[in-house]
Structures are given as C-alpha cells and as structure tokens.
C-alpha cells in the first residue's frame, strides 16, 4: 500500500452497489460474555432503551444487545475490550503481518474470552465495500460503526439488518476516546467504557512522564508517496491518528490547522513546492521504513521543511501492526503501541532545539 488517499481504513467508503437482501429478522444470538459479568449485565439492561444521534439521525436500542456485529475499522475492540465477544467484525488488511484477519491487540483479548481458533467470530472481507449479506447472516441485534466512513446508503441497508451506530460529525473522524463511549453506551456499558479510556489515558500520562521532550511539541502527521514526493498529503485535525497526538501532549501545528481551514476532510494535499509552509513543525510524522529519512532529506524542496532538515521525523513503518495500531486507535490498540510509538517521537523530538 503506498497511497494512501486510496486506503480502504483511512478513506470514506465508497457506497456499496445497492444490494437485495432478504433481511431475516434478527435472532437472539449467543452471548459471550464472561460468566462473572452479571453485575454489568443487570446494569446494562436498567441502560435501555438507549437512543444516540449520528450523522444520518437517530438509532434507538429497544434493549441489551446479545449479538452484536461491528463495521469497518476498530469498533469490534471497544466491545471485546468490555468482555463481549462480537459475533462478526471487519477483517484486517492493513498491518496484519500474519494475515489471519485479526490484529495482535484484537487476537490477545480475544484469547483471554476464549474466543480464537474454532470460537473466532465471521471476519467481515470490506475489500469491496461491507458485505451486507455477511453481516446479516450473523444475525446482529446492533451493528457498531462509531468510527467508520459509513455513507448514508451504507447506513439505512445496515439499518435494516440491526439498529446501527455511526460516526457522530465526520467520517473517519471519531476519536478512540468517542468510539469507545458511543459504542460502550450502545451495548449498555457506557461506564465501563468510561473506566476503560480513563485507564488508558493514566497509562498515557505514567509513559509521557518517561520522555520528557515529547509534551508539547507541535506536529504535521503526513503522507508522502516515495515514488511521488510533488506532493504532501497532511491529515487534518479531524483525523483520529491527529487526535490521538493531542491525547500523547503534543499539539498541531498552526500551518496545518490553517491548511485544513474548514475543511470536513481528513486528509488534504500541500504541493511540494510549498514545504516551507511547514516551518513551524517541531515533529514531522510520515510513513515509510529505514530510508525514507534519507529520501525526505535528499529531496530539495522538502528538506526545506526544518524538521526534515534536522532529522525530527517520524518515520511509522508502513504495514507494520505498529501503524495500523495508531493510524485507527482503539481502547486497546493504544495501549498495546503505546511505549513503542512513543519512543519514535522521544528520539525526534530530542532533536528539536
């Protein structure tokens, strides 16, 4: 993958060709709760009906969902992360390096609910866009996108199969924290979840105090095609890899806010020629391996980028766990790349002056 305004987790999706299903009504699946979560049970169930808003209007849950199916990227760990297996989820395609579906931090709490080999709920296969049948042939009775790129068309066919959760304000633009809060209350676990992205967040703080020189520098998290560097693509404030940065005490960088003026776009594009507009970047992050430093600073009109010139890169290695973990963060990927990603920005920010 090396463009990355094409990729399947960070774009929109493009609608789905309309499809005739025969939408059987949902059954009551089995639940996969573990068997000393009564409490949050009793306490879900006194949470319904429970109506959130999204983008395309309002979903009301009748009652505590035992079957529940999750879209596109990430929604799935919210759930598993609060002891409830999905019965289905979007398979993973990016930063799988084992390819069997399932990221490391998905599969390891997957294992602790005894629910991989035989147990592993459907993989949903969104290559091409949701599988609709698929989806509903796991007879959801909630369909979980908070963090998603759902188009309308995408949302009522989905509306048909479950009472379905979508992104609140821009597509691919909820924050880990918001997915897991939007998610968590939907399955009637809004203060657990609640517990969960405060424990991460006191992880944050305890990892953040062992390096110094990343609170408070200003960053530019891009996208530059090694084969293409005429242009620099810069994700925007909206981006949830954006956000997670404000969540590690960094902040961005005025020239990018000012970039994204009032944009509802996750990503846009800056010519080459203009890389001086990035002069107030301490941090640069990008995609790339071992030598895309090299290549950034061998390039004329981006090493005009001060932070390039100095070697205050970050350099995520595209395709690894690794980028996937932190390009869509969940309440349980942060966690599990959070010393490791960290220590990219301790190394780039120690060179800042």
Not at 134 to 162: H, K, M, R, W
Not at 224 to 233: C, E, F, N, Q
Not at 263 to 291: C, H, I, K, M, P
Not at 324 to 333: H, K
Request: hydrophobic share 45%; aromatic share 8%.
């Amino acid at each position: 993958m090396r463009t990355a305004p094409s990729r399947r987790a960070w774009r929109p999706l493009v609608a789905a060709t309309a499809v005739s299903l025969l939408l059987a009504a949902c059954a009551t699946g089995g639940t996969d709760e573990p068997a000393d979560d009564a409490t949050s049970s009793a306490a879900a169930s006194g949470a319904f009906p429970v109506t959130l808003t999204s983008a395309f209007g309002e979903t009301t849950i009748e009652s505590e969902p035992t079957a529940v199916a999750t879209v596109n990227w990430g929604n799935h760990d919210v759930p598993i992360a609060l002891g409830i297996v999905p019965v289905g989820f979007a398979k993973a395609t990016y930063g799988d390096n084992d390819t069997d579906g399932v990221h490391p931090w998905t599969y390891e709490a997957l294992e602790e609910l005894g629910a991989t080999g035989d147990a592993l709920p459907e993989l949903f296969d969104e290559t091409d866009g949701i599988p609709f049948e698929a989806v509903n042939n796991t007879a959801p009775d909630v369909v979980l996108a908070a963090y998603s790129g759902l188009t309308e068309e995408d949302f009522t066919t989905l509306s048909q199969i479950a009472p379905t959760v979508s992104w609140p304000e821009f597509a691919w633009g909820t924050n880990w924290k918001d997915m897991a809060l939007i998610n968590g209350e939907a399955i009637g676990r809004k203060a657990e979840a609640q517990a969960l992205v405060d424990d991460v967040l006191a992880q944050i703080d305890d990892a953040l105090a062992e390096r110094p020189d990343v609170e408070g520098k200003t960053v530019a998290y891009t996208w530059i095609d090694p084969a293409d560097p005429s242009t620099i693509g810069v994700y925007t404030p909206l981006d949830a890899r954006v956000q997670l940065l404000d969540d590690l005490g960094m902040t961005t960088a005025p020239s990018v806010v000012e970039l994204a003026g009032d944009t509802e776009e996750f990503f846009v594009n800056l010519a080459a020629e203009q890389a001086d507009t990035l002069a107030d970047v301490d941090v640069l992050v990008t995609y790339g391996d071992d030598t895309t430093l090299a290549t950034l600073q061998a390039d004329p009109l981006l090493n005009k980028i001060p932070a390039v010139a100095r070697g205050s890169v970050v350099v995520v290695p595209d395709g690894d766990p690794i980028s996937s973990a932190t390009s869509g963060p969940t309440v349980l990927s942060v966690p599990w790349a959070l010393d490791a990603y960290l220590d990219l920005f301790q190394a780039a920010a120690a060179q800042v002056g």
